[in-house]
């Protein structure tokens, strides 16, 4: 028989973003809620994201800007898709899966809730919503006081071990005691930067009760490519790019257009972290390219003509025509990967190389090596099938009482804050949606 003191209305496993926000959805509703933490501090990744500014949410799910108390960066076009619907495409198929939750707490409600505890946000030109101090600790400390307020119990270094069913709801044990809950909210997060605790401990637990997993894969993570020269220009940004994730043939599995960075394993940056989710999506990543367009402004045959143009205009150096967004460095790589020397000047450039050079301009190719993995992965692709959870109510289809919420789903969206508002509506709807009736199953 488990002690009077240990028994709650619901447990939230993990006090990450979705289940402090579940936590503190049911505690004000009347429920009496605990939330077991295994680090020694909660809300670990939150302090960790968006470089530890925290990007809160995304505009394009805004349709009233006026919730924004902070500047917005006039390089944001609020004009584009906006609404709960834009948010939703963000997560490919799974995105119609978060509709429920989306209206349980829409963008400007999430906005709302961290406006009212103090903190002040902005909208970037990418649409990414910060904290104006772009610090990550006012948005954990903004969740701890409302959670304070809401009378749900924290308890931090408590790792769960197992969680059975019986006639009472659930015995969740730890290594100190075991617990009785009439609910269980499982929020521990994926496998993704496994340093803030997430080790897939909730795929067990899912499979305990029946659940598919679907196998989880690191997204939205730097990509290694197979290529000598890329390594070479570690620390070089280009701040517009397409990039895109093809096969040997058929159309793209994946378009971003965004910023890129060259790092000495390979290349990272937004454009690249969003398209890796193709990867993470695809058997044989070793089969893929990626493809790059560096001058998106500018067409094929435009940028032909003006390199020829170029090359009869002195003696230049090729790799001082090439368009202006490239940099020299990366001009001269492109020549080696064209198999032009470096120090070819424009009038003895041949057609078939600036054919070549063009192509790689526009279409450069880079054979997939692999990504860094789930040690430096933001978010997880995979997890507990959308098929058996309930979106109205994340409650498991399978195991009545246990409900899934946050990145143990299998649901995984673009970067940009759209994961980060996946885990506060999941966490709100889960809240809203646990019976404050003791009496009830």
Not at 382 to 403: A, I, Y
């Amino acid at each position: 028989m488990i002690e009077t003191s240990n028994n709650y209305d619901a447990i939230v496993v993990g006090a990450g973003a979705a289940g402090l926000m579940a936590a503190i959805r049911a505690a004000e509703r009347g429920i009496r809620v605990l939330i077991l933490e295994k680090n020694r501090r909660p809300g670990v990744k939150i302090l960790m994201s968006g470089g530890t500014r925290c990007n809160i949410t995304n505009a394009r799910g805004l349709r009233n800007l006026r919730v924004i108390s902070g500047p917005i960066d006039p390089a944001y076009d609020p004009r584009e898709g906006r609404g709960a619907r834009s948010i939703q495409d963000a997560f490919g198929p799974g995105g119609k899966f978060l509709g429920p939750a989306l209206r349980a707490l829409s963008v400007e409600e999430t906005v709302t809730v961290f406006e009212s505890e103090g903190v002040a946000t902005k909208i970037e030109g990418n649409g990414k919503v910060f904290p104006v101090s772009d610090r990550a600790s006012d948005v954990l400390d903004a969740l701890l006081r409302r959670l304070e307020r809401s009378s749900a119990m924290l308890r931090c270094l408590c790792p769960v071990l197992g969680i059975e069913a019986n006639h009472e709801g659930f015995a969740v044990r730890t290594a100190g005691e075991t617990f009785q809950a009439k609910r269980v909210v499982l929020a521990v997060g994926g496998q993704s930067f496994p340093g803030c605790g997430t080790s897939g401990d909730g795929y067990e637990i899912a499979r305990h009760f029946g659940h598919t997993i679907v196998p989880p894969r690191p997204a939205l993570v730097p990509l290694r490519v197979d290529s000598d020269w890329v390594p070479t220009l570690k620390g070089l940004t280009l701040p517009d790019v397409i990039a895109s994730i093809q096969g040997p043939t058929g159309p793209a599995h994946c378009e971003r257009r965004e910023a890129l960075l060259f790092a000495h394993f390979g290349l990272t940056g937004p454009a690249i972290l969003d398209v890796s989710r193709a990867i993470a999506r695809h058997e044989g990543p070793h089969r893929l390219d990626l493809v790059l367009d560096l001058v998106p402004t500018d067409r094929f045959e435009a940028l032909d003509q003006q390199l020829q143009s170029a090359s009869r205009q002195g003696r230049k150096q090729v790799a001082s025509l090439l368009p202006g967004p490239i940099p020299r460095r990366l001009a001269e790589a492109l020549l080696i990967a064209s198999n032009i020397r470096t120090d070819r000047v424009g009038p003895d450039l041949t057609r078939e190389e600036r054919i070549r050079l063009v192509t790689n301009l526009k279409r450069l190719r880079l054979p997939v090596q692999g990504t860094l993995g789930f040690a430096k992965a933001e978010v997880t692709s995979g997890g507990v099938s959308l098929e058996e959870v309930d979106p109205k109510t994340l409650e498991s289809r399978l195991q009545p009482g246990l409900f899934f919420i946050g990145e143990v789903l299998d649901i995984d969206g673009l970067i940009g804050g759209y994961n980060f508002q996946a885990a506060w509506s999941t966490g709100w709807l889960a809240g809203e949606a646990i019976s404050p009736d003791p009496n009830s199953p």
